[in-house]
């Protein structure tokens, strides 16, 4: 429960006020490039996009207790090997910003091992309660089976995966039926430091939320597999919270903490987007195994 810093004893982060706390989670003002590469993100997926073939803007129910938005649709991406497993993605932004379609690129790498992939939009805070957003990436899951389904492709093996917001939005999956193995990449996963910050202005989260959506204070589902990963250069606070969700999961031994030597909030996710890095591998691994 507690924030690394340079030279000093370390700091919990109950005694921080809100604006230490704030900073010690944002992860854009940490990092210089952060503004340039989800740029350069959203050009190279764009392009992938553009190409024919593809299956764009599904759309799924996110409900009977919410209505369907415009963020509600799935973007799919196909290998083009038979009964290839499914990565499912769910992109990051803190719950409020950033969209689906600027993270298509990141389906580059496992595309070339052999895996098809799913991008899943969702609709932001603070239209949306955190409950909503962790039900539509359920909603989506399942439309994500019965579409499989439906194309007589059957059960196949589906990792769920997430970036930032999106790795606790992979983690709270794993409790759902749909999910067969998880990557989570540089997430959050205790919400009680996230009330106490700026970011829950938009969020507004209640206690109870924070009880039931917080992954490290839930009993994992037995036997799913789980790679927790974050970058070796990532905020203090980014790397407590991935160590202390593994150290949390540890009865179950298909869980694994991975960090990615020289890697920063944003950098970590170019190990997916290339067949050759390190996240790209690991997803393969979860999705043939």
Request: with cysteine; proline share 7%; charged share 25%.
């Amino acid at each position: 429960m507690r924030l690394e810093t340079d030279g000093t004893p370390p700091i919990d982060w109950r005694d921080l006020d809100r604006a230490a706390l704030s900073r010690a989670y944002d992860n854009s003002g940490a990092v210089a490039d952060s503004a340039a590469r989800l740029a350069d993100w959203r050009l190279r997926s764009a392009a992938l996009r553009a190409r024919p073939g593809h299956t764009l803007d599904l759309p799924y129910d996110p409900g009977p207790a919410h209505a369907a938005g415009p963020r509600n649709r799935i973007d799919l991406f196909a290998c083009g090997r038979a009964g290839a497993p499914l990565l499912a993605f769910i992109h990051g932004g803190y719950w409020q910003r950033n969209a689906k379609e600027g993270f298509a690129c990141l389906a580059e790498g496992p595309l070339a091992l052999g895996l098809d992939v799913a991008l899943i939009g969702y609709t932001l805070a603070p239209e949306a309660s955190l409950t909503r957003i962790a039900d539509e990436i359920g909603a989506a899951l399942r439309v994500l089976r019965a579409h499989d389904a439906a194309a007589g492709l059957g059960r196949r093996r589906l990792v769920v995966s997430g970036w930032s917001a999106g790795g606790h939005l992979a983690a709270l999956a794993l409790d759902g039926p749909d999910a067969d193995a998880g990557l989570a990449i540089s997430g959050i996963y205790d919400l009680a430091p996230i009330r106490r910050t700026s970011l829950d202005d938009a969020l507004r989260l209640t206690p109870g939320e924070v009880e039931a959506l917080s992954p490290i204070r839930l009993a994992p589902r037995r036997g799913v597999p789980l790679v927790v990963a974050y970058g070796a250069d990532e905020l203090p606070e980014l790397r407590r919270q991935s160590r202390a969700y593994a150290a949390a999961r540890a009865a179950e031994p298909e869980t694994r903490c991975v960090a990615l030597d020289g890697a920063d909030h944003f950098s970590i996710l170019e190990a997916l987007a290339h067949p050759d890095g390190r996240l790209a591998r690991i997803a393969a691994a979860l999705g043939h195994s």
